[in-house]
């Protein structure tokens, strides 16, 4: 089935410094999420991309829609304690809300004060 | 707005037993629900599609006799895990396509723990 390769699957980092995830797909996407999850909670989406080529930001967070629709990254600047938790991007084949959505694998961020 | 709200947030039962799982659209009409499964440390797993009035559709390799999924009215989804056994322990999660057209919305999750 669809798959998407995030990465990387953890870091660390120190308080203030950028981040940076990417996800990739053999496939294309014309819808790309980016959620956050703290442990024992649903995930809450962060940015949603309809778009090749978008790039929106929310906040400190800014995420962009490759061209090839087959990939996206996501960018935290000056990470703050509070951002330590599992990202994971998401992909669905169009922009319609009834559609399946796979999910990468996560990429687990721990900030380091 | 746009909130799904699941109960229970955490449940253990029995080996043999049957657990029910409710998600509930708040503030809108979900006609579709998305039910997720998520072993720890490992990412979320579509299980099934529950659309209001119809039968669900479970992705391959889910039991569908085994996890029954009900979508009786626009805002109620439950997911019942039955004959639950020690390998059905894992985080499910039920998400709709939010009516902001803006991604999906996720419950909060449920921890089942079968002992």
């Known amino acids: 089935g669809q798959q998407l390769n995030q990465s990387p699957q953890s870091m660390f980092i120190q308080e203030g410094e950028d981040v940076s995830m990417n996800c990739t797909s053999s496939?294309?996407?014309?819808?790309w999420l980016w959620y956050k999850q703290d442990p024992g909670e649903g995930p809450v989406l962060l940015i949603a991309?309809?778009?090749?080529?978008e790039l929106t930001s929310n906040g400190r967070l800014t995420a962009q829609f490759g061209i090839t629709r087959k990939d996206s990254f996501l960018n935290i600047s000056a990470s703050i304690p509070s951002d330590v938790g599992i990202y994971f991007c998401?992909?669905?084949?169009?922009?319609?809300?009834?559609?399946?959505?796979?999910f990468g694998i996560g990429t687990k961020l721990q900030v380091i004060p | 707005g746009a909130v799904v709200s699941q109960h229970p947030s955490r449940v253990i039962c029995k080996s043999g037993t049957s657990v029910k799982i409710e998600c509930r659209s708040l503030?809108?009409?979900?006609?579709?629900m998305f039910w997720y499964r998520q072993f720890p440390k490992q990412s979320l797993m579509l299980m099934a599609t529950?659309?209001?009035?119809?039968?669900?559709?479970?992705e391959q390799g889910v039991e569908k006799d085994k996890f029954l999924i009900n979508h009786a009215s626009l805002t109620l989804s439950t997911l019942t895990v039955t004959s639950a056994h020690p390998e059905d322990s894992s985080f499910y999660i039920c998400?709709?396509?939010?009516?902001?057209?803006?991604?999906?919305?996720f419950g909060s999750g449920t921890r089942l723990t079968v002992v």
């Open positions: 529950s659309n209001e009035g119809s039968k669900a559709t479970y």
């Open positions: 496939s294309i996407f014309n819808t």
């Open positions: 998401a992909a669905a084949p169009n922009s319609g809300g009834y559609q399946k959505v796979t």
């Open positions: 503030d809108f009409q979900a006609t579709t």
């Open positions: 998400s709709a396509p939010s009516p902001l057209g803006y991604g999906y919305t």
């Open positions: 991309l309809y778009k090749a080529g």
